[in-house]
């Protein structure tokens, strides 16, 4: 049978060493009152819980604990449990000891969450839950019923100003607990939190982009032209793509045409910015949109094209030349890209899906810059095509 997952795996020790050396040093705080007191018989039930803590917190810090954290858990738990029985059966409820195992509750379903399986966080949770109930039911009825063991013996019975004492050191005690486990809870939280953003981010980052290249992929790109549209900025549209690509792979290899592309991939990168798109549209072509005027992108396009043109790539000591030819359009062209479509599709099959005007235009576009990149593949490459002339 396979086995079942925890129900929540971190990357790091948990804080579970640290709990172990914050009860220790509880335990040792109740020795020191209870020596005080006179209270022998309670100094020996400390002096053991405190060497519990201490070998506990020594044993977790130095390694992990994921493969038998139940046990101890189930060690905390009857530790807790045992000693607020025993104190409360000695000295009585009025110091308010039975309030530790309701105050540790919530730590052992929390380390039970982090550490076991579903059914064993429920089953565990549960058990310590009817234990608690039936001890602490049990204990205080026969407390009350009988008196302490104190009361009962003769022995030393605590003075008004030593019950006041320990229940302020218990009640302090319990606070301090508890916010340090809601502060506790919220870290865990707030981590958890932070890495699923960031593991939002990578998945977001890995669903848009060309994994080789690091441009955007088609996917994110009809997101980025309905932002641009409503923007109502003036834009163009390029299309490149590599010369004789097929030629550098077969003559040097693929590894050497991955060089080629995350190279020329970093030139356009450097040379759009963070508002503009640049995409790997298939194979060795890259579509580039630019916000501005046609002088403006023209200039750019053609600063990249020349930074293409004077790449540096060597293959087994031999100079790889890269050049790249691209189709150029205007977003002020799209009325006229959108007549010749309109016009070259007046006869051709009607069962093409229903597009709105805004994406048949920024379509149409796209056709045009990809026409115009093949006029330029065919009048000698290494330019950049802004007419169908």
Known sequence: MKKKRPLLKFETHSSFHILCYAAGFMHLTFLITFMCFGLYIMVAVNIVSVLMYVISGTYTMRHNIEGHALGWIIAMFAEIMAHAVIVTVIQGTEVFFFLYPLMAFPLYGYYLFIYCDKD??????????MITFFMLVITLGMVEIAGSLYVATGMHELSHIEIIVMRSINITFTLVMVVAFVLMFYLEVSSLLEKLRSINEKLNYTATHDSLTGLNNRHSLWGFFDELERSGERYCIVMGDLDDFKKINDTYGHDCGDVVLKSVAAIIIENT??????????????LIVMRGTHEDCFARISVIKSEISSLDIMSDGKPVKVTMTFGFADSEEKGAALASRSLNESTADSGSPIKTP?????DSLISMV???????KRSGKNVIVCTMD
């Open 370 to 376: 990809d026409k115009r990149l093949y006029i330029g």
């Open 273 to 286: 910015n963070d508002n503009e798109m640049a995409c790997r549209w298939g194979g060795e072509e890259m």
């Open 120 to 129: 064993t966080f429920i089953k565990s949770a549960v058990a310590f839950g």
């Open 358 to 362: 805004h994406h048949l235009g920024i």
